[in-house]
C-alpha cells in the first residue's frame, strides 16, 4: 500500500492553481473539467510520478468550519519536506510569501509555516544535516 492522492481544501482552484505552482514549483498532473469546478492535481516537479496533491473546492458545509479553526489554532492542513527549510524561506519570501512561522528548529526537524492564500497554512520541514 502507498499513498497515490491526498487532497486540500482551497477557496479558489485557480488561485490555488497559480500559487502552488508557479510559487511552491509543483506541476500540474491533471486539470479535468467537472462541471463548475476541476479535477486539478499537483505532483512535485522532482516525482512527477509520486504522489498526487488534488486541489479540492472547499464548498462542502463541513469545510470552512473545519479550515477556519485549523487556522485559527495554527495547525498546518498540510506538509511539504524541502532540502533547506531556511532555504527555501528565503525564495519564497522574496516571492511575498507570508509565514505564520518563522523557520525554527525543533530537535532533528527545522520548520516553517506559510500561508497558501487559499485558506489554508503549510508547513515545510527539513531534517536537520
Known amino acids: 500500500m502507498k499513498i497515490h492522492l491526498?487532497?486540500?481544501f482551497v477557496d479558489d482552484q485557480e488561485r490555488a492553481r497559480a500559487f502552488y505552482t508557479d510559487t511552491l514549483g509543483f506541476v500540474v498532473k491533471h486539470d479535468i473539467p467537472m462541471g463548475e469546478?476541476?479535477?486539478l492535481t499537483v505532483v512535485?516537479?522532482?516525482d512527477p510520478e509520486g504522489p498526487e496533491l488534488l486541489l479540492e473546492p472547499s464548498d462542502h458545509p463541513a469545510v470552512?468550519?473545519?479550515k477556519d479553526a485549523l487556522v485559527a489554532d495554527g495547525?498546518?492542513?498540510a506538509q511539504f519536506a524541502v532540502e533547506n527549510v531556511r532555504v527555501e524561506h528565503e525564495r519564497l519570501r522574496a516571492l511575498g510569501v507570508r509565514?505564520?512561522?518563522e523557520p525554527v528548529a525543533m530537535g532533528p526537524v527545522?520548520?516553517?509555516v506559510?500561508?497558501?492564500t487559499c485558506g489554508n497554512l503549510v508547513q515545510i520541514a527539513a531534517m536537520n544535516a
Open 6 to 8: 491526498t487532497s486540500i
Open 37 to 39: 469546478h476541476r479535477w
Open 44 to 46: 512535485s516537479a522532482h
Open 64 to 66: 470552512a468550519p473545519f
Open 75 to 77: 495547525i498546518p492542513a
Open 99 to 101: 509565514f505564520t512561522q
Open 110 to 112: 527545522t520548520t516553517a
Open 114 to 116: 506559510l500561508d497558501d
